[in-house]
């Protein structure tokens, strides 16, 4: 495993930027919060949940390439990932939380994950480098962005030609919480696109709870 030089750049407080993620984010600001996310994205069934099988083999990834799990919480889909690549693929776990990027590497670390590597990004840049990435996956992250303008430039500018950018993510309507969901689906995928990418699909992931949607950038 390799550790890519941290971004300087970490959560400031809230009060400091208009936040377009509020009620998502609010856990992430104490330490307190944070501890309770970790519980949640590291539980022992949360890739079941995640159905992980099914969207890795979904992605089509082939072996040697790059993917970015933007957001990758406590790492559940970094052995799924990690295999799809295969030894001479590349994966880049990347959060902007240094506590979940620990807990990401020490999940690595048990595994044996050798092609992955971790990245610190900040709220509104993923600090991934420019034409670095073959596929850039967010799974239950895009409706924490409280700069999308900003993120997606840096997810567009990381892409190689013919990359391709993958959210999956909830329905609003359906969450239990609806108000922690900043979007609704066609709002995503109005907003992504405005940011200079192009929908190639969208589908259902977990029907009635979650979507996949699939953007090429242009």
């Known amino acids: 495993m390799k550790r890519l030089a941290p971004a300087l750049a970490l959560l400031a407080a809230a009060a400091a930027w208009t936040q377009v993620a509020r009620h998502a984010n609010q856990d992430l600001h104490s330490e307190?919060?944070?501890?309770?996310?970790?519980?949640?994205?590291?539980?022992?069934?949360?890739?079941d949940r995640l159905a992980?099988?099914?969207?890795v083999a979904a992605l089509n990834l082939r072996k040697g390439a790059t993917v970015v799990d933007l957001g990758t919480g406590a790492g559940v889909l970094l052995p799924f990932l990690s295999q799809a690549v295969?030894?001479?693929?590349?994966?880049?776990?990347?959060?902007?939380?240094?506590d979940f990027?620990?807990?990401?590497?020490?999940?690595?670390?048990?595994?044996?994950?050798?092609?992955?590597?971790?990245?610190?990004?900040?709220?509104?840049?993923?600090q991934l480098p420019a034409d670095s990435a073959d596929l850039i996956l967010a799974v239950d992250s895009y409706h924490h962005f409280d700069?999308?303008?900003?993120?997606?430039?840096g997810i567009r500018r990381a892409l190689r030609d013919g990359g391709r950018f993958v959210v999956v993510d909830y329905y609003r309507k359906s969450f239990r919480d609806p108000a922690h969901i900043r979007l609704e689906k066609d709002e995503v995928?109005?907003?992504?696109?405005?940011?200079?990418?192009?929908?190639?699909?969208?589908e259902e992931h977990i029907p009635g709870s979650q979507y996949r949607l699939v953007f090429r950038k242009r």
Not at 52 to 55: F, S
Not at 86 to 98: K, M, S
Not at 101 to 126: I, T, W, Y
Not at 189 to 202: C, K, M, P, Q, Y
């Open 32 to 47: 307190e919060g944070r501890r309770r996310l970790i519980q949640v994205l590291g539980a022992p069934d949360r890739a």
């Open 189 to 202: 995928v109005r907003e992504i696109e405005a940011n200079g990418f192009t929908l190639l699909s969208n």
């Open 147 to 153: 700069y999308p303008e900003e993120m997606l430039a």
């Open 52 to 55: 992980a099988d099914k969207l």
């Open 101 to 126: 990027l620990d807990k990401a590497a020490e999940l690595a670390r048990n595994r044996r994950l050798n092609n992955v590597e971790f990245l610190l990004g900040s709220e509104k840049d993923p």
């Open 86 to 98: 295969g030894a001479e693929g590349r994966v880049i776990a990347q959060d902007i939380i240094p």
